[in-house]
Structures are given as C-alpha cells and as structure tokens.
C-alpha cells in the first residue's frame, strides 16, 4: 500500500454488527466518510461549516473491496490518501488495517465532488486547498 | 437500462437524511441489501435461516456511481437484476429509480461470494438456485 | 390498548438486526420517528419543511418498555396517540404489534417540544393543529 | 451527579447527525449501548461471547431526556452507574457530558435483564458479577 496522509484508530462497536456477527457493509462506509471529514478538519477544511455557506462535499463513485470482515472488539485504522482528478473531482484512496496485526479489511476508493449552489466548482476555490 | 427481475418500493424516511439534507451515501447500501434480501427470499432463499447453516452470503465489492440525491418524502423503487460470474461469485446490477419521474438516483454493482464454515462455494449448493 | 389515531406498517430489514440476530434496540427509535413524521405529513406538518423556517419539533423525553423482540422478516405496525401536556409539549403513545398475531412488541411514551430559533413555543402556533 | 463507576470519551461522527444538525436521538442509544458494553468487557463479560453460550444480556426498559444536543465536532463522555433491582434485573444510570465544559446533554436510565436461552436469570450466575 502507498503512504497514507492521514489516518484515524476506531474500535468497532457492538451494534454495529449484523446477525452474521460481522460488521455490517454499510457500516464501513460511516467509518470511510468519518475519516475523510476527520482528514478535513485536519486542514480546517469543516464539512458542517461549509454547508452553511451553500458549499456541499459529495460522493459521485464509492468502490469498495471488501476483503476481511471485522469483529466484535476489534480494533483497526482507517488510512487515506487524496488526489485531483481532472478539474472537480477529488479521488480518495482510504483502506482498513486491522490492528495490531496489519491486515488489511477493506480497499476503497471514493470519488467526492465539490458543489456550490448544487453546481460543480473547481475545491480549491471551495476548500483553499490543493491537493 | 436492462429489465430488471426483481423490485421493492421504499420511502425515504427522515432519520436517513443528513445534515445536508440528503440521504447519508451508506444508507443506499441499506436499501440495497434490503432489496437483494427481499429477492432472496422471493427465491425461498432465507439469508438469516442461511447463517444457522453456516452459509454465508457475502459481498466481495461494490461500486456505486451516486447520480442525484433522495430527499425527505421521496419514494422510489430498487429495481435488480443477477448473473453468475466464474464458478463462484454472483453479481448483482441494482439502480435506484425515485417516483413517480423515474430518475435514475444511483446506479450500483453489487460482487457477493457464497461461504460454507468461511470457504467460497458454489452459489447453487447453497442455494439450489441457478442464476 | 387505546384506540390509534394513526398507523403505519413496516418490515424488518436485515441490516436492523445485530449480533443476537434481533433488532437492535436503538433502531426501535427510527421506527418510532418515521411512524410520527408520516402522522405529521398527514397531518400537512412537514418535519424537514418547518426545519427551514426555524421551526423544530424535538424530542425531550423517550420511555420504550421493550416486551418482545422483532426478528427477520417480521412485518409490524407501528399505532400512535396523541395528546398535549401543559403548554408546549405533545406526548405521544406509541406502540408496536407484530403481524399478523397483533402481539404487542414494545411501548413507548415519547414527549417532544417545538422550538422556535431554539425557544419552546405553543406546538399549535407553529403548526396550525390542536392536538 | 452520583461518581460514575466507569466512563467512555466520544467524538460525534457527521453520519450521525440528522437533516437538524444535531445527533439524530436514536444514535445516542448506540453511544450507551456501546459504553454499556465496553463497562462489560472491562469486567470480563464480553456481550458476543455470551451470545454464543445462549445468553444474552437484554434491554428490557429505556428512559432518557435529552437536555441539549450534540452536534458536528463535539466530544463528549458517557459515564455509568450500575445497580441490582431485584433479582433479575440490571439498572444502568448512564449520562452523556460534553467536553470540556462538562455540560450535561442526556441523562438515561436503561434496565436490562439476562436471559438464558430465553428465560431470565441472576444475572451473578451469568456474569459471575455481583453488581
């Protein structure tokens, strides 16, 4: 795996599980979206402050490899890596290592879009930020 | 878009929207899963009565293209369709159509892999269905 | 039971369900919510509307006796009364019965306030209905 | 407020907030659920563990107000308290402060009662635990 810029420690928790006893797949995508906001304010990029001014961060593709299921108990961290691709779209590589062990759980990619009275904008205009 | 084999209408409800006033990106993956659980069991195939057998079905990928957002009081259908791929996997094609205009809302393919005691077996020992 | 002034019936999904492959009891609440958002709607009192007036109904106090558990495929109707208390709260009585055997799941008492630019106001000034 | 026997910090996550900004107020029963049962396994009763031998640690009774919400970017603590109520059931005091200024957001009582293969039991004799 490539260098990750940022990244976050969760512990799954108990309700986060399905019957199966697995953590649910919708699931990982709240702990992907949870770091990339994370990542943000990071950069004082604030996701909830930027709606306020009509700007709004959404996803338009997600990918996501699922290639280990987490537990009960389990401990792992979210690691991120972030690109422009062409002039609006924003590409996150995020992926899940288990801890300690450093399995990795889910291999993702996120392509976000930045939007200012529902119309794409170039982010760094949005957010000041160059990727 | 290809016919699809299987629908189930849903209305959006209100604890799936977020700050943006949107449905949450992870919340389509519910309606999904719902909507490929709901087709399961149109095949007499019980996902829950499933795991007491130790059979898993699982989801190895998914790609999402998100095309326009659902929003408080939306309905709209999850129409599917299914097909083998190689010995093992089952790929589900899923799109999200709101009411009554007919929008397509998001467009997703949907990778799952049939475990027995946590090893890949052919979709049709478990299931005794041929896609 | 008293009479309902309103019900709504539901399915359970899949992704609802945790480790003890019951619905987990958090997710109680959503039906509980989405039950008396659809009694406001028929009631024309828009929920994500009046949010853009600065209008807000929230909840100040929630009691679930949890009686019985919901499972896999369990169809249920969620059955609502409502009553105002004092000047600013509505309370509502809500109550859950499995289908088709009517066996009473849970029953909750939910007291919610409606606040205006954050300050409690008489819920039929905001919303034109005398509960 | 009482001394809490155990304690669990928290940072919102955007996922949980609703079209309100605020913590939607079914999420802040997964946060006491979730402090509830790290208390737990602090105590060596792990909750998936259980559920394997047919016990299973239920919630049979819920009340919490909800004082102030929480909102994007807050951190907060769950804190607990935990007693008998008769033979059978746990009674857990949970409250929710937020950080740093120790503000106090919801205060909850939840009952819990556990079974064994469905009937209740000491719940000593499950756990082991004298509470």
Redesign the interface.
Known sequence: MEQPIFELEFKV???E?????IV????Y??YL??AR?EYL?SKNI???AL?QQNI?L?????????KA?L???DKFVVKLQAAKEGNVRIVFHQWIERLPDGKTMIDAKITGVCLKNGRPIRPEDATGMLW
Chains 1, 2, 3, 4 share one sequence.
Do not use: M, T
Not at 17 to 21: F, H, V
Not at 24 to 27: E, I, P
């Open positions: 928790r108990d309700y599980l399905d019957l199966q006893g649910n797949n919708s699931v995508q709240n979206e949870h906001h304010i604030d996701f909830a709606h709004d959404v996803v338009s593709r997600i990918e996501i490899d699922y299921p537990k009960s108990q």
